[in-house]
């Protein structure tokens, strides 16, 4: 059986990212998204998400990318050593205002997939045991390289994998979950309608997990600090396009959240 989580990351950015991910999850094919507790937009986050309760949320922890944090993984892994940032403590913080606000995430993420880093992985774990928040990304593509992936893009998916053995240790010893498989960081912002039902069809046995970036493509979009502009736009087209949907049933892949897989497994 192949089942397929269509997961959005950076709700909670901008308003019109916002909008974007509540539009692919009615029109079209997308299934969860994870709630950025330090985005811009997070109280409009929310909002949708209560008007939106088949809308799956999980968080999308920050670390990397906007003030107070570094700028760079790099600079992350270095304040890190120095123990300038006290990853749990802050990672913690975003959890809770996700969970105070009466949500109930389902699913743990982050950021520039940061967890890879060992000192994240192991407060992700940490947090997803205490919070009992089952589902953890892990973010290895599966070989697929539709869309048009750069070689740069290509390299870095493979030089991942050299953290796996250790991240499946550490997710197993606190009962944390993952999808069967992932993908999406090698295309992200690289893919229409064509690629993506492309991609369906190529889905393994067993269940995977999308990651993707869909949004409306305004001014506050355009003003942001985010290289994903005019491509989440056309990630929101690829994902309620018919293309998709048929691409979906002739390959006999059904649509799940995280909560429902929870439920079957």
Not at 13 to 31: E, K, M, S, Y
Not at 43 to 52: F, G, H, K, Y
Not at 153 to 178: D, H, N, P, Y
Request: aromatic content about 6%.
């Amino acid at each position: 059986m192949k089942r397929l989580i269509v997961n959005a990351d950076d709700f909670g950015f901008t308003r019109d990212v916002n909008q974007g991910i509540v539009d692919a999850h009615r029109d079209g094919i997308l299934t969860a998204t994870t709630l950025m507790a330090t985005g811009g937009a997070y109280d409009d986050a929310v909002r949708l998400a209560r008007e939106t309760p088949s809308l799956d949320i999980g968080c999308h922890l920050v670390l990397v990318g906007s003030a107070p944090f570094p700028a760079s993984i790099a600079r992350l892994a270095q304040a890190v050593a120095l123990r300038r940032i006290h990853v749990y403590d802050e990672l913690r913080r975003q959890v809770a205002r996700i969970v105070d606000a009466g949500l109930q995430p389902t699913h743990l993420d982050t950021h520039k997939h940061t967890h890879l880093l060992p000192p994240v992985l192991d407060a992700v774990a940490r947090l997803s045991e205490e919070f009992h928040i089952p589902w953890v990304r892990r973010p290895f593509d599966f070989p697929l390289y539709a869309g048009g992936a750069s070689w740069t893009k290509r390299t870095v998916s493979r030089a991942m994998t050299t953290v796996r053995g250790r991240f499946a240790r550490v997710l197993e010893q606190r009962g944390c979950k993952s999808t069967d498989h992932f993908a999406g960081f090698q295309i992200t912002g690289h893919y229409d309608a064509t690629s993506l039902a492309a991609l369906i069809r190529a889905l393994p046995d067993g269940t995977t997990e999308f990651m993707c970036h869909p949004g409306r493509c305004r001014d506050e979009l355009r003003n942001a600090a985010t290289r994903l502009k005019e491509s989440r736009e056309r990630e929101l087209q690829a994902l309620i396009s018919p293309e998709a949907r048929q691409a979906l049933a002739e390959s006999r892949v059904q649509l799940v959240n995280y909560r429902v897989l929870s439920e079957v497994r």
